[in-house]
């Protein structure tokens, strides 16, 4: 079955990406960032060309760009005293809905945030807090 172009169509795009941290979807976050990574090396052995391959460690990073009232919500959410680090891991579901309603869903598992920060200037008409997540590893499905 050959696909037909896409013409004047719409894929996937920021207005059709849902995220959904802590069990409740997120309206206020601006950016998501996430990738994964394993070290692989060449070996060498007689010759010049590589006689097998290596497999190290895998990574995986990501990052959230939320409002500032999210990040203040998961804080009111946490018990009194603890800090926004102190949360317990949580996995980030990132879901793509094209226009056939086809559904793409990205699992990022076992995030914590690594730190709470706020960058403010003068004429900033909003609040955009980045905030680091470490994570064990990513879903692609």
Same mark, same amino acid.
């Given at each position: 079955?050959?696909?037909?172009?896409?013409?004047?169509?719409?894929?996937?795009?920021?207005?059709?990406?849902?995220?959904?941290?802590?069990?409740?979807?997120?309206?206020?976050?601006?950016?998501?960032?996430?990738?994964?990574?394993?070290?692989?090396?060449?070996?060498?052995?007689?010759? @010049?060309?590589?006689?097998?391959? #290596?497999?190290?460690?895998? !990574?995986?990073?990501?990052? =959230?760009?939320?409002?500032?009232? %999210?990040?203040?919500?998961?804080?009111?959410?946490?018990?009194?005293?603890?800090?926004?680090?102190?949360?317990?891991?949580?996995?980030?579901?990132?879901?793509?809905?094209?226009?056939?309603?086809?559904?793409?869903?990205?699992?990022?598992?076992?995030?914590?945030?690594?730190?709470? @920060?706020?960058?403010?200037?003068? #004429?900033?008409?909003?609040? !955009?807090?980045?905030?680091? =997540?470490?994570?064990?590893?990513? %879903?692609?499905?």
């Amino acid at each position: 079955m050959s696909q037909l172009p896409l013409i004047n169509g719409q894929r996937h795009s920021w207005a059709s990406i849902e995220v959904n941290l802590l069990d409740r979807i997120v309206t206020g976050i601006t950016s998501i960032n996430y990738d994964d990574a394993e070290v692989k090396e060449n070996h060498y052995g007689a010759g @010049n060309m590589p006689v097998h391959r #290596g497999r190290g460690r895998y !990574e995986a990073n990501a990052s =959230l760009t939320l409002y500032n009232y %999210e990040v203040e919500a998961i804080q009111a959410a946490l018990p009194r005293g603890k800090r926004l680090m102190d949360s317990p891991p949580f996995d980030v579901k990132v879901s793509f809905l094209d226009d056939t309603n086809q559904i793409t869903t990205h699992v990022i598992r076992n995030c914590e945030f690594k730190s709470n @920060n706020r960058n403010m200037s003068q #004429g900033d008409t909003k609040i !955009e807090v980045s905030l680091d =997540l470490v994570v064990s590893h990513i %879903e692609w499905s």
